[in-house]
Each structure stands twice: as structure tokens, then as C-alpha cells.
């Protein structure tokens, strides 16, 4: 009987102190805030046109999320790797929310991932160099992968015609 009591005591205060507090927001809620996320492209022509001579040494960083769009972009290919050449936009995303002085990639008008986070400080760098900070940038991209195994498509990759940044 006297443990029944004290538990009776335990919950009464246990709900006296958490009757007010604010409800916490599920997590799934958050994660769609991130999908919904997409910077705008500034009007105009890209300011600057970045080039490693035809390398692709730089990945963009890219979540399942933009695999979609990216496949899209890839056109048809087969069971094969797609090895498509475009146009990237690079645009400076200092208004996001998730990632200090982010760089958003964009190809044909979707977002397709962001710079890696050092590599995206050092074009922010180098853009000040040229007094073009905060302008939108532009440099040859391809689209890699895709192709089938064992009958599922594989990931898809963008890789920038973007030299290494001192």
C-alpha cells in the first residue's frame, strides 16, 4: 500500500511540474523544412566562369534527395554510366539556414547539391578577391553514374570543371 502511494505521488508531481511546458516538434518535421529548402538563382548573367581545364576534380556534395532531379538531368543512358556536360550555376546561399556561406549547385534550374563546406569558403574567398562576392558564378559540370546493377540503378554523381582552391 505505501508503495502505491508514493508512485501516486510521484506521477501527481511529476505532471504538476510538466503540465506547461511546450510540446518538442517531431523530428520528421524538421527533416521536410530541409527538403523544402531551395535558394533562389539571382537574375542575370553568371558574373564569373570557372575552369580547371576540363578535370572534374570536384564532387558536388548531393543527398538522396536530389537523385531525382539528377536522373532527370542524365537524360537516357541505358545500362551504362551516364557522362552528360553542363552548365552549373554556383550561387552564393549565405541566407541558409543549415550551412554557413553555402554554395547551392544548380543545373538547368534545379538543385542538384551544394560544395563541400571548405571547398565553399574558398570559392567565397576567391569571389572576394575579385570583388564579385555574392555574385552568381557558373562552371562546366558532368553528370556520372546511374548505371544498372543487378537491376537497380545506381547513384548519381556531379562533378565540377572546378579548380582546387588555394
Request: hydrophobic content about 45%; overall charge negative; proline content about 5%.
Amino acid at each position: 500500500m505505501l508503495y502505491l502511494l508514493a508512485f501516486a505521488t510521484v506521477v501527481a508531481l511529476l505532471y504538476y511540474v510538466f503540465r506547461d511546458r511546450t510540446a518538442v516538434q517531431p523530428l520528421s518535421t524538421a527533416l521536410v523544412s530541409i527538403r523544402e529548402y531551395v535558394p533562389a538563382i539571382p537574375p542575370g548573367a553568371p558574373a564569373h566562369h570557372w575552369t580547371d581545364g576540363g578535370r572534374y576534380a570536384s564532387e558536388v556534395d548531393n543527398d538522396a534527395m536530389y537523385q531525382p532531379a539528377i536522373a532527370k538531368l542524365a537524360g537516357e543512358h541505358g545500362p551504362g554510366n551516364a557522362d552528360e556536360k553542363c552548365l552549373a550555376l554556383l550561387v552564393c546561399d549565405d541566407a541558409n539556414p543549415f550551412q554557413d556561406k553555402a554554395i547551392a549547385v544548380f543545373i538547368d534550374g534545379q538543385l542538384v547539391g551544394y560544395l563541400a563546406h571548405g571547398d565553399a569558403l574558398r570559392l567565397h574567398r576567391n569571389l572576394a578577391h575579385r570583388d564579385l562576392a555574392g555574385h552568381l558564378s557558373s562552371c562546366d559540370a558532368v553528370i556520372r553514374g546511374g548505371g544498372l546493377w543487378n537491376g537497380k540503378r545506381l547513384s548519381y554523381a556531379v562533378w565540377l570543371d572546378l579548380a582546387p582552391f588555394n
